[in-house]
């Protein structure tokens, strides 16, 4: 097995006094692509904002790339670790230009060659240089998402935290989406931990997943088994025959 990229070691999380996520453990491998299954509440966004930081009431181990993450912010990680988010509407500033929005993280970390790391990235997500000086509310739902991703990108980070990334858009834009994601990931040797709803996505984008249920891991399977029907949690083969898969015997 490859140097983990994500380890979590008995993880729980909670907002405030009450638990969402409990004892959680699994490893994601360097260049492996991890999904986060499961019902709705179940705590798999919490799970990315507790690695990213957005989420600091944690115990446990969370470590990136073999450092371990404290709970105080940590600026350096953004080096390391970015999150993609659900609705790149949300997630874009609508007064800021796409050129603004992605020299962003440059000025911050005082990092130079804006101009070429700018246009370099727009041709990486495959939006053409005339989107650059544009608002958000100019772009499309998809182009919007290409701009969160290269933004995520823009301080060369090995791991990304993609939380349900694809769901906000019209079903022709989300197969774009993923296919970008596809191609990021094998050019740049890319890191994934996503979340999502959606097995078929599971299927094209991920190598194994993860069933949460009632902020636990009730199941860590290869993707295989989506093509075989063989988990074996009576819950996981719950929301896979939901899905439509035809279930084996475990
Ligand atoms: N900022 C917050 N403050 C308090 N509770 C929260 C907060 N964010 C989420 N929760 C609660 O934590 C639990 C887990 O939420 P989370 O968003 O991680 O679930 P999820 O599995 O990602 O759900 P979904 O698939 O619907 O996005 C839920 O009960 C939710 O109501």
Redesign the pocket.
Same mark, same amino acid.
């Given at each position: 097995m490859k140097n983990a990229a994500i380890h979590l070691e008995n993880l729980s999380i909670s907002?405030g006094k *009450?638990p %969402?996520v409990f004892d959680v453990n699994f490893s994601v491998s360097e260049g492996e692509s991890f999904a986060l299954v @499961?019902e !709705?509440? !179940? @705590?798999? !966004? *919490?799970i990315l904002r507790a690695i990213s930081g957005l989420a600091p009431d944690w115990t446990g181990k969370i470590s990136v790339l073999g450092k371990p993450r404290g709970h105080a912010p940590d600026r350096e990680f953004a080096k390391t670790c970015q999150m993609v988010f659900q609705d790149p509407y949300g997630s874009l500033h609508p007064r800021k230009t796409v050129d603004d929005c992605l020299a962003e993280p440059l000025a911050v970390h005082g990092i130079g060659g804006r101009d070429t790391r700018v246009k370099d990235m727009l041709d990486a997500v495959g939006l053409d240089q005339r989107f650059r000086f544009r608002f958000p509310h100019q772009l499309s739902g998809g182009q919007r998402q290409r701009v969160a991703i290269a933004r995520a990108l823009m301080l060369e980070p090995r791991v990304m935290l993609l939380d349900e990334p694809t769901s906000a858009l019209d079903v022709s834009v989300q197969a774009e989406i993923l296919n970008l994601l596809k191609k990021l990931r094998r050019e740049q040797g890319l890191t994934y931990l996503m %979340?999502t709803?959606n097995l078929p996505v599971v299927s094209f984008l991920c190598d194994r997943m993860a069933v949460?249920r009632h902020g636990r891991v009730v199941e860590i399977a290869k993707v295989d088994a989506l093509k075989t029907g063989r988990l074996s949690d009576p819950y996981s083969r719950e929301l896979y025959a939901a899905s439509g898969g035809t279930l084996q015997p475990a």
């Open positions: 907002y *009450t %969402v @499961g !709705s509440g !179940s @705590g798999k !966004s *919490t %979340v709803h949460m």
